[in-house]
């Protein structure tokens, strides 16, 4: 994580390139919400005022989120801005929304803005590999993102069912993989992969624990195991289909028969005297999925560096 001082310019930054598209940041809006929290760490540090919250681990989780967001952004208008148009329909999002943008951290159920966001996530991994993005426009022809991507055999025009699990119910996920499915049968892709976020359910605080004396850091060995255990808890008590099962709902549909499965946290590292922030976001396959996994995992790891 960088320092709050790194966050706040980041932050400025961001502001000035949503004014240059015609974005104003809405008073009372999330993103408003996050600037002023790492503002107010500022005072704290500082020595000005108190931070007062008893646990305020949802704004660490936040502000860092937010912070990954703006650097992919920022980031995007200047490597790839030849494809960075196609992304201002979710660019209004930060100046408006109440929902969660932070794509590290839960939020609540119908928080369609939030589910957007996870669009924009995948689309800002995939834009170096991808051409011709067009994000959903709302009319009930277009899966979440419609892209040409040539898998080696030639370019084909692709679609991409962007869902967000809510539910521990694991019947929800079969409801949720047939939706996806359903969204790219419909639209003019010629192929197409569901990538579902598994972020509300996972277990954020065992990541980020507190004590009576304060929050807890972890060396980075043991946050990936941690990791790996919250994946295969996931896979066990949610996801709910064999191998078998899942395969049989793409069969006949233009869909590959599998799923991108995705998970994002923050984790306090090192020292557990003297832990700072980071932010972890993972993202595996369950049945046949292609390159477009390894695209979007090295896109979650791409935004180490200066944004």
């Given at each position: 994580?960088?320092?709050?001082?790194?966050?706040?310019?980041?932050?400025?930054?961001?502001?000035?390139?949503?004014?240059?598209?015609?974005?104003?940041?809405?008073?009372?809006?999330?993103?408003?919400?996050?600037?002023?929290?790492?503002?107010?760490?500022?005072?704290?540090?500082?020595?000005?005022?108190?931070?007062?919250?008893?646990?305020?681990?949802?704004?660490?989780?936040?502000?860092?989120?937010?912070?990954?967001?703006?650097?992919?952004?920022?980031?995007?208008?200047?490597?790839?801005?030849?494809?960075?148009?196609?992304?201002?329909?979710?660019?209004?999002?930060?100046?408006?929304?109440?929902?969660?943008?932070?794509?590290?951290?839960?939020?609540?159920?119908?928080?369609?803005?939030?589910?957007?966001?996870?669009?924009?996530?995948?689309?800002?991994?995939?834009?170096?590999?991808?051409?011709?993005?067009?994000?959903?426009?709302?009319?009930?022809?277009?899966?979440?993102?419609?892209?040409?991507?040539s898998t080696g055999a030639g370019y084909h025009t692709w679609g991409i069912a962007c869902k967000r699990l809510y539910s521990k119910d694991p019947r929800k996920f079969r409801d949720t993989v047939t939706k996806g499915i359903a969204q790219i049968e419909n639209s003019k892709a010629e192929r197409g992969l569901v990538f579902v976020s598994l972020v509300n359910l996972v277990n954020h605080d065992a990541f980020y624990p507190k004590t009576e004396m304060g929050y807890v850091g972890m060396r980075a060995n043991r946050m990936k195991r941690l990791l790996e255990d919250e994946q295969r808890r996931l896979e066990q008590e949610n996801v709910g289909l064999t191998d078998r099962d899942l395969a049989s709902e793409f069969i006949g549909k233009k869909a590959l028969p599998g799923v991108v499965h995705y998970i994002g946290t923050t984790y306090l590292s090192g020292p557990e005297d003297a832990p700072t922030i980071q932010t972890v976001q993972q993202a595996w396959g369950r049945g046949r999925v292609n390159q477009l996994l390894q695209a979007f995992q090295a896109g979650l790891n791409s935004t180490s560096g200066t944004p």
């Open positions: 994580m960088p320092t709050i001082d790194n966050v706040d310019r980041t932050y400025d930054r961001f502001e000035q390139l949503l004014k240059r598209y015609g974005i104003s940041v809405a008073s009372g809006s999330r993103l408003e919400t996050a600037l002023l929290f790492a503002r107010h760490v500022l005072h704290v540090r500082n020595g000005d005022t108190p931070i007062k919250v008893p646990d305020d681990r949802a704004y660490w989780r936040e502000m860092p989120g937010i912070y990954d967001l703006a650097k992919r952004i920022l980031r995007a208008e200047r490597v790839t801005r030849h494809k960075f148009r196609a992304l201002l329909p979710w660019l209004f999002l930060f100046g408006s929304t109440k929902g969660q943008l932070a794509q590290n951290a839960p939020t609540i159920s119908g928080d369609q803005d939030s589910d957007h966001v996870f669009e924009l996530l995948v689309a800002l991994c995939l834009l170096p590999r991808v051409g011709e993005l067009v994000p959903d426009r709302g009319r009930g022809d277009n899966p979440d993102l419609l892209f040409r991507f």
